[in-house]
């Protein structure tokens, strides 16, 4: 079978990676990929929300199965295109990824079939947000209701800072669109974990739990992130925890989106705080996590290929999923300045010492080949991913890795996995 992966990520890389590896495939193809995917998959010159090419690519080559890893093609209803043309295609429909696309349908979707999260108001007047923040004292969490990379979200320390969020997403709109309506929050404190679930709509696979780290430095300060580094196993998601989640979160979220009218298949993301009165959801996501994905993948034993037919075909009830006992630590190289402005089409050095290494895989995210070398050409450049017996030796293994990449302006953190400890 050939597959293609739609997405230019460390995510991507990871799945075309994985995917690869199955022996139900001859061929990959990744759209539009990167320096990294081009090693294990044939990389297409169609940007990931050229829905109607892609759609083009896939009749062509006769692609038997289409994996998407951005959230953006999702909630442009790549799902219900290429269904309609009887392509397999996983991922969740259009009315499905809105579970992503508007915090404000996934906060009422929470709040309507009790799914514990953040009390919250969800409004298009900047009025009445305004009255909202100025009505809570200590911080508050303001949030763009669309899609916003990543970056439309202020967790405020006062009302005069969610003020200033407010005119920022609703007045100067600097999201655009998705600052039409804003979702204001109560902050939540506690660590953060992500559960990952494949779904064919009834029943609910769960991944092994992950911790990304959002903030840009180390000791989590600095501005929020993509991601600068992720784990798996998480300890403090325990199998209690785990379980508590899939009862009161996974289970009834699927069971809601199917009542509403609105079947979800592919990956369902939570993204959790565990807060001392217990798990309560961030939000979702409709698509798999980056940079969870990189770690996430490295553990685990079975082929994916089966895992995604299964949603497609609702039989995941018959599969399983079998994972390395080894933990797996995610470091992420950025360019200097990310997440602000940063420099593109600087020179990577040491790539290929770094792959010799045993249990490490150097994820692409941000590169592209160039005159022979490899480049940067995004803000998060590589995720540089290894496998230990425990959390600390896939630490020393990741940055041992780590230690041999250099390229000018090159920044990381140096305290991924430290939580675990
Ligand atoms: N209610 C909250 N309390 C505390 N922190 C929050 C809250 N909501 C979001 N955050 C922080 O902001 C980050 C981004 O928020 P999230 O809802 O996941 O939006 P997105 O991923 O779309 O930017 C979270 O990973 C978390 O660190
Ligand atoms: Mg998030």
Not at 133 to 155: Q, S, T
Not at 195 to 220: C, I, M, R, S, W
Not at 283 to 312: H, K, W, Y
Request: some cysteine; overall charge negative; hydrophobic content about 40%.
């Amino acid at each position: 079978m050939k597959v293609l992966v739609v997405g230019a990520g460390g995510r991507e890389h990871a799945l075309a990676w994985k995917i690869a590896q199955s022996p139900l495939v001859e061929q990959v193809f990744c759209a539009p990929g990167n320096a990294g995917t081009a090693l294990v998959a044939e990389n297409v010159d169609i940007a990931a929300d050229n829905i109607e090419r892609l759609l083009e690519f896939a009749r062509e080559n006769n692609i038997g199965l289409t994996v998407v890893g951005p959230e953006q093609p999702l909630v442009l209803g790549i799902v219900d295109r290429f269904q309609e043309k009887g392509l397999r295609i996983f991922g969740p429909s259009k009315h499905a990824a809105e579970i992503e696309g508007s915090k404000e349908f996934c906060k009422d979707l929470m709040w309507q079939y009790g799914i514990p999260t953040a009390d919250y108001l969800a409004t298009a007047s900047m009025k009445e947000a305004k009255i909202y923040a100025m009505d809570h004292e200590g911080p508050i969490v303001v949030k763009a209701d669309g899609l916003a990379a990543g970056k439309g979200v202020f967790v405020c320390g006062d009302s005069s800072q969610a003020i200033k969020a407010i005119n920022s997403i609703m007045k100067d709109k600097a999201f655009g669109e998705a600052g039409n309506q804003v979702v204001i929050e109560e902050f939540l404190k506690g660590q953060e974990v992500s559960l990952l679930a494949f779904t064919d709509g009834k029943t609910v696979l769960p991944l092994e739990g992950a911790q990304d780290h959002k903030a840009a430095y180390d000791g989590d300060k600095g501005p929020n992130t993509g991601g600068m580094g992720a784990y798996s196993p998480a300890p403090v998601f325990t199998p209690e925890l785990k379980q508590q989640v899939m009862e009161t979160v996974m289970l009834p979220a699927v069971r809601a989106m199917a009542k509403e009218g609105r079947p979800y298949k592919g990956i369902l993301y939570a993204g959790l705080m565990l807060t001392s009165n217990g798990p309560k959801v961030l939000e979702f996501n409709a698509r798999f996590g980056d940079p969870e994905t990189q770690p996430l993948l490295m553990r685990m034993q079975s082929d994916i290929v089966p895992l995604f037919e299964a949603c497609i075909d609702e039989t995941l009830d018959q599969q399983q999923i079998q994972w390395k006992p080894d933990s797996s630590v995610c470091v992420v190289m950025a360019a200097a300045g990310y997440p602000g402005s940063y420099q593109k089409g600087t020179v990577i050095q040491g790539l290929e010492e770094a792959a010799k290494l045993p249990d490490v895989v150097v994820f692409h995210a941000g590169t592209k080949s160039s005159g022979g070398n490899v480049v940067t050409s995004g803000g998060r450049v590589l995720g540089v991913t290894a496998l230990g017996h425990d959390t600390q030796s896939a630490i020393a293994n990741a940055y041992n890795a780590t230690a041999r990449i250099t390229w000018d302006g090159a920044q990381y953190r140096k305290d991924i996995g430290g939580k675990a400890k």
